[in-house]
């Protein structure tokens, strides 16, 4: 058993906030409540008990985005390591992109993903490809790969330019009960990718990618997931328009989630010029604007999931000239800490609003059973300090692109439990 004594619980999925403490047993939440007895439950030896006193205690985190480039690019990650970075940031829960090589869009793909991932001590979930090759042209077998084991669907990293495709994705998964998640950028209006076109392009002497190729497509999928009821995400939104747009169809009815990165509420395209290629990504760090309108949507509720996008890429290919080195940054171990310090300390959410956003909203969008804390629930949670602070670095993950290393940062995680085992602890603990 493990014991978690002194802790100050933050439950979104029961919007339950105060001082418990909380035993686990068999891989489940046995007891919870303001100060358990120990001789409540059968104790032995072999107990662990964690003096939670100072520290917050929430479910454990679910990222709902990110790349573990396994199979086919293990040299920039695998499933090992990037599960390792997921439990030093607090998640128990990953749901991977398709756009590995070979793409998810089969049974043998989808079922190396699934037996790797039952070796990590975490549930690394797949979203399988929405169409054949991630080419755009003709649908999966959405049935057959959904009976497999796939929690979802998406071509993340290309866009679906076929209109007549879309509606037909989204009203195959409407039957299937899961949820689509599209990368909205349309290439038409795109010259030089993961680069805001803007002021910071204009003075790089390079056309960059401006927030109408978001703001088309996000308009276009909106529209047709009012029309056809299907659960759709708009992944790693960036634009302030796409924000208004996504409020929009939701207040029309719409069952349309919107996800943001960190980097996406923490940075603007200035951070190009000082970062260079680490500050590099898809869709890009756009405008002070566009970032307070990400804020804002946080807030009142437009954009309801946080998802890294974890994109690792080697030193190699990132010392490369900002046209031709890859988009994308890690992300899994920095989240809280960006959340804490970005969302919470200035004001912008609450703790439990945080909470909702990196562990229960994603849950729901997936249907998973996680996101609370309550007996017989799942014993995934995790624990981490508010108040400490820290400097970014010493990655697990095999690969460091990030524009956040040496910043200070608040909140730092202390254990991350899963199905009732600690898989993470802080060395200073």
Known sequence: MIWIKNAHVVDPGNQVEGNMDICIADGKIAGVGEQIKLDAFPASKEDVVIDASGFIVAPGFVDV??????????????????????????????????????????????????????????????????????????????????????????????????????????????????????HEEDPAFIENNGINHGRVSDVLGIFGSPALAEDCLVARDCMIALHTGAAVDIQHISSAASVKMVKLAKELGAQVYAEVTPHHFTLTEDAVLTHGTLAKMNPPLRTEEDRMAIIQGLKDGSIDIIATDHAPHSAEEKAKKLTEAPSGIIGLETALGLGVTNLVRPGHLTMMQLMEKMSLNPSRLYRLDFGFIKEGGAADLVIFDPKEEWTVGEYVSKSSNSPFTGERLFGRVKYTICSGRIVYQDEKD
């Open 65 to 182: 985005h990110v790349h573990f480039r396994d199979p086919g690019l293990t040299y920039k990650e695998d499933i090992q390591t990037g599960a390792r970075a997921a439990a030093k940031g607090g998640f128990t829960a990953v749901v991977c992109m398709a756009n590995t090589k070979p793409p998810v869009d089969n049974l043998e793909t989808l079922q190396y993903v699934e037996r790797e991932g039952k070796k990590t001590g975490i549930h690394v979930l797949q979203a399988a490809a929405v169409s054949k090759g991630l080419l755009g042209r003709e649908l999966t077998d959405m049935e057959e790969l959904k009976a497999h084991g796939a929690v979802g669907f998406t071509d993340d990293g290309i866009p679906l330019l076929d209109e007549k495709l879309v509606k037909e994705a989204m009203e195959r998964a409407a039957e299937l009960n899961v949820p689509l998640s599209f």
